[in-house]
């Protein structure tokens, strides 16, 4: 009976002794790992299962191909790698992340191509602001057989009317006033010449 009292308390007393020794292990000691990591333009963020002090100075990142890598601490547990030059366009870039009390992670992803020319946001936002400006430039110049359409600048158009049409001119109006319309322009907002 002696024996299985000295044994609980032998054990009573190990126990606390054994839970901070994992705790020292495990919070000071035994590596991190990569739980969750993201790319938004180039930028690399990773956050790890846990925190731990000084996180900067323990992750290392090899690239291919090679970059150079600026960390920034987030959290103690997220860092953001982000490239101290721009990155290649249409390139496919490996990551690895290793260090010093940092479980080895692999991350891919490829950079966009840069976007230029019709499609491109920079050139859509300058079309819709010619557009609207602008909003029949598309049709023209109009060609019908009887006159021809064409803008000499904003809001201002001119109608050449063919010589041999020349006396059914007030027909040739309605007509074009029409035209007008149905592009969504109204024909008394406009300048509209109509030359012989």
């Given at each position: ?9 032998l ?12 705790s020292?292990?495990?919070f000071?000691?035994?590596p991190?790992?990569?739980?969750n990591?993201?790319?938004?333009n180039g930028?690399?963020?990773?956050e ?17 191909p ?20 721009p990155?290649?366009?249409s390139?496919?870039?490996k ?6 009390r ?6 891919s ?5 840069v976007e230029?020319?019709?499609g ?16 029949i430039?598309?049709f ?5 057989e ?7 600048q904003?809001?201002?158009?001119f109608?050449i ?7 059914e ?8 006033f029409?035209?007008?319309l ?15």
């Amino acid at each position: 009976m002696l024996n299985n009292r000295k044994q609980i308390i032998l054990i009573a007393l190990l126990i606390p002794v054994l839970i901070a020794l994992y705790s020292v292990y495990y919070f000071l000691l035994s590596p991190v790992t990569v739980v969750n990591s993201s790319v938004d333009n180039g930028v690399i963020t990773l956050e790890f299962d846990k925190g731990f002090k000084d996180v900067i100075s323990k992750v290392q990142t090899v690239s291919d191909p090679s970059v150079s890598w600026q960390i920034e601490n987030l959290s103690d547990k997220k860092i953001s790698l982000t490239p101290k030059s721009p990155l290649e366009e249409s390139t496919l870039y490996k990551v690895n992340i290793t260090g010093e009390r940092v479980n080895p992670f692999e991350l891919s992803f490829t950079t966009k191509a840069v976007e230029f020319g019709v499609g491109a946001p920079e050139a859509q936002k300058a079309f819709d602001t010619y557009e609207k400006a602008f909003p029949i430039l598309k049709f023209l110049p109009y060609k019908a057989e009887k006159y021809t359409i064409m803008q000499s600048q904003k809001d201002e158009y001119f109608v050449i009317v063919f010589g041999l049409y020349k006396d059914e001119l007030e027909a040739i109006k309605k007509e074009v006033f029409a035209w007008f319309l149905s592009k969504g322009v109204d024909p008394a907002k406009v300048k509209i010449d109509f030359v012989e």
